[in-house]
């Protein structure tokens, strides 16, 4: 249970004030549309997204280490943020 707990926290976390989150938040002020309407549309999105990313995440293991993946993307999220903070 505890893996699923840290899987729901990082996704929780990384959504937060994302620009998808921000898209939705602008959907729902148009007051031409249904609330539950756009809250069902944006969670269909997200499971939809999820779900190919497990499906790549699988294959993408079948052939690559585990460790190797999570080194990867460690490099990977650095290289962006020090890009970030090199741009900014």
Do not use: C
């Not at 929780?12 to 938040?25: I, M, N, S, W, Y």
């Amino acid at each position: 249970m505890r893996a699923y707990t840290i899987v729901f926290v990082s996704v929780f976390l990384a959504e937060l004030g994302d620009k998808t989150q921000l898209a939705t938040l602008l959907f729902a002020t148009d007051s031409s549309l249904s609330r539950t309407g756009v809250l069902l549309a944006a969670a269909g999105a997200l499971v939809v997204s999820t779900a190919i990313a497990v499906a790549a995440g699988a294959l993408v293991g079948a052939w690559l280490n585990p460790r190797v993946l999570r080194t990867a993307a460690a490099v990977g999220f650095m290289a962006i943020g020090v890009w970030m903070l090199l741009r900014g």
